[in-house]
C-alpha cells in the first residue's frame, strides 16, 4: 500500500504543482501560467510615519521607453529601471503627488500638491522649468500639440506651453458644493476641443486655443457628491464620460446632446480595445459593449469599486479600491487569477501600467509592484 502511495504521488506530484500556477484554456487557446505569481520587484516606497496617521498614495506611475516614472509621498520624483527596479536618478519636490508624470518629448512633466509644475530631462532629471499654478494639481497633464493641460484642485483647468512652462489660459469654474469627491477629471483633447469633468455635475467642452466656453451638459440631478471625476474616453466620434453617483453617458462632442445613457456607475475612464469597450463600474461590474453601443457581457468581480482596467497580454486586468487586482479573458466569461495585496488597508486608487510583459501597480500602501508576465505556454 506504501509503495502504490508513493507510486502516485511521484506520478501525480508535478502534475497538481503545474495546476496549481496555471489555468487551462479551451482548445487551441495558450496554456499560461498565473502572471501574479511573478513579481520582478516592489519598491516600498512608506516615508516615516506616526502610528495610526497611515500615508497614502493617490497617484500613478509611468512606463516609458525602458524606465518607470514615480513619485513618492516624501515629494521625490524618481527614475527606475523596468526590468529590475533600479534607481536611475531621483529628485526632491515640495509636497507630494497626486497625479503621474507625463512624458513629450524628452520632457518629464508632473505637478504636485503645493501646485507646482516641473519639467525635467526625463532621462536624467535635469530640471527644464517649474511654474506655480496657486493650486494643488490633481491631474496628471493632458498632452497635446505642444501643450499640457491640469485640472487643479480649486476646479481651475490651466493650459501651458508644455515646452516653456508659459501659462496660455485658465479656466475657473465656480462650484456651490462645500463638500467633493477626492480627485478630479483629467482633461482630454479632441478635434481642437477640451473636454473635462467638473465637480458640480456638470461635463464642459472648452476651445483649445482660449478656454473659452464652448458648451456644457449637467449629467446628475443629485444633491451631493456630484463629481464627475472620469477622464472623458473619446471613441466613435462620441465622448463618453459619468458621475461616481449616476448614469453613464454617450454624448455628441459637437454640441453636448446625450446619445445614449447605461444605468452603471462609471469607477473610472473605459478602456477601447479595437471597438470593444471595456467600462468598469462603481458597483464592482466589468461591462463589455461593441461599437455600436450594444451591451455584450458584464461580470461583477468585487462589492467595491473598482478603479483601473487595461488589456495585458491580451486579457483583460482591473483593480479595485479594496486591493485586490483581477485577471479576466476578453469575453469577460471567467475571472482566471486573482492578487490580493497583503496590508489590510491596501488600495489601489492609481492607473495601472502596462508595457510588453509588465503590469505596474502603485498600492495606496506606497507599495510599488512589478508584476512579469511568465510568457505563453504551448497549444494544446
Known sequence: MVEKMIRFSALYLPFLLFCSCAYFAPRGKMVISDPFSKIAWIKNQDPNYESGNLPIALNSPLIHQDMVFVGKNTGVMEALELKNGRSVWHTQNEGSFHGGPQVMDDLLIYGTTEGRVFARRWATGELRYEVDLGATVESPASIYEGRALFHLRNHKIVCLDAKTGKILWAYQRSVPYLNTLQGVSRPVVYKKRVYVGMADGNIVALGLNDGTVIWERKLTTASKFVDVDSEALIVNDSVVIGPKSGLLYVINPTAGQIIRTFEYGLAHVPFDDKGMIFVPTTDGQVVKFDSSWKELQKIKLSEASLSSIKIWKDHVVVSDVKGKIYLLDKDLKKV?????????????????????????????RNRLYAFNWPGAGKDQ
Open 336 to 364: 482566471l487569477r486573482t492578487h490580493q495585496f497583503g496590508h489590510a488597508y491596501s488600495a489601489v486608487f492609481g492607473d495601472l501600467q502596462v508595457k510588453d510583459d509588465y503590469l505596474l501597480i502603485l498600492s495606496s
